[in-house]
């Protein structure tokens, strides 16, 4: 599995993050040791305008649920240099040498099975795996739940850093 954090770059990406979702969103910034830097929260409608580099990944975590959100379809997000981005948008324009403009980077909710989408909101309620033996269900549900309610206790724990 891939380690995600930043590296060294010079080639800067301005880039908008617009929260499309209805829930508010921690806009978070993958460090250089793999921590995570909560930069803003993000209310439903809103943006932050962020001056980063291309290799500094972005992640989008719904605050509420810790639930990883998309950006721009990606759990994990690279910024593109406005170059790289019209290159891609428009192949055939020819941009000046020193172009750059800000890239819209949106924030969505990713689209689950129906199953997954019940395992996440039963999820919610309860805080250990041990609970989901109170329940009575079949025995894949059991597991499957288990396993979603591990997952996110683990998300929860990664290293956070607020700034601000």
């Known amino acids: 599995m891939e380690v995600v954090r930043s590296q060294n770059s010079n080639q800067r990406a301005f880039i908008r993050f617009l929260n499309l979702t209805e829930r508010t969103v921690e806009v978070v ?3 250089f040791t793999g921590a995570y830097v909560c930069y803003q929260l993000l209310e439903k409608g809103n943006f932050i305008d962020i ?3 291309k290799t500094h990944p972005w ?3 719904d605050h509420g649920t810790k639930d990883r959100l998309h950006i721009d379809k990606e759990f994990v997000y690279y910024p593109k240099t406005a170059k790289e981005f019209f290159q891609n948008h428009c192949p055939n324009r020819e941009l000046p040498s020193q172009f750059e403009a800000r890239i819209r980077a949106v924030i969505t909710i990713p689209l689950y099975s129906l199953r997954y989408t019940t395992l996440l909101s039963m999820r919610n309620f309860l805080r250990v795996p041990d609970d989901v033996d109170m329940l009575e269900l079949p025995k894949e549900l059991i597991n499957d739940l288990k396993k979603v309610i ?3 206790n683990n ?3 990664h290293t956070f850093i607020r700034i601000g």
Do not use: D, G, K, L
């Open 51 to 53: 001056n980063t580099y």
């Open 59 to 61: 992640i989008a975590v």
């Open 150 to 152: 591990t997952q996110r």
């Open 155 to 157: 998300q929860i724990v």
């Open 29 to 31: 910034w993958v460090n």
